[in-house]
Nanobody
């Protein structure tokens, strides 16, 4: 059974940065597409970024393109999301997920999920 644990969330002022991490245990992540999603209160969970198993392909939501960067270190079973120039509308719980569909943008494309880490951006 794979477990994913997110870390790195917190409170930051608009324009600031956070580096989110997701560490997997129980099974290697090297064969899986990894993704980051977020969910704000009263809203549906939305795709933020995804990275292929090799790290050679990435995908981003239009709302974060140019500000967020996803990366992975398969040797450490870890995926990172570098978030820069944060905006109040980025406030949400951020979830890490793993799946077998290449760069899926729907939550249904991912089989395993972490518990989430809160990101709050103040104006």
């Amino acid at each position: 059974q794979e477990q994913l644990v997110e870390s790195g969330g917190g409170l930051v002022q608009a324009g600031g940065s956070l580096r989110l991490s997701c560490t997997a245990s129980g099974r290697t992540v090297s064969s899986y597409t990894m993704g980051w999603f977020r969910q704000a209160p009263g809203k549906e969970r939305e795709f933020v970024a995804g990275i292929s198993w090799s790290g050679g392909s990435t995908a981003y939501a239009d709302s974060v393109k140019g500000r967020f960067t996803i990366s992975r270190d398969n040797a450490k079973n870890t995926v990172h999301l570098q978030t820069n120039r944060l905006k109040p509308e980025d406030t949400a719980v951020y979830y890490c997920a793993s799946g077998i569909l290449s760069l899926a943008r729907s939550p249904t494309g991912y089989a395993y999920w972490g518990q989430g880490t809160q990101v709050t951006v103040s104006s």
